[in-house]
Nanobody, 124 residues
């Protein structure tokens, strides 16, 4: 089946940036949508961005103010999440997930394959 592996998390100061990576290991993203999500302690999982691997078009929730940008690198079999202007409220475990299909969406329950998550902590 293969798996999704997130990387790039860590400790960052407020106002800083991070770029997370989601790499397909032992599988392909072909004909899949890949999404990024996060979950803070005591809160529900939140959708951040998704991209169609085949078409390359991104999709963001209305709440996105340009803080998060999703992209892909076909040669690296990787989807990235660029995060800027990070704040302490952005502290969470960040996950990537895949759903078979072409049109990216934010329906969390539809995503079948999840990575293990990477911790992002924003603190001075």
């Amino acid at each position: 089946q293969g798996q999704l592996v997130e990387s790039g998390g860590g400790l960052v100061q407020p106002g800083g940036s991070l770029k997370l990576a989601c790499t397909a290991s032992g599988r392909t993203f072909s004909r899949y949508i890949v999404g990024w999500f996060r979950q803070a302690p005591g809160k529900e999982r939140e959708f951040l961005a998704a991209i169609s691997w085949s078409l390359g078009n991104p999709y963001y929730p209305a709440s996105n103010q340009g803080q998060f940008t999703i992209s892909k690198d076909s040669a690296e079999n990787t989807v990235y999440l660029q995060m800027i202007n990070l704040k302490p409220v952005d502290t969470a475990v960040y996950y990537c997930a895949a759903d078979r299909g072409l049109a990216p969406h934010g329906l969390i329950s539809e995503y079948d394959d999840w990575g293990q998550g990477t911790q992002v902590t924003v603190s001075s």
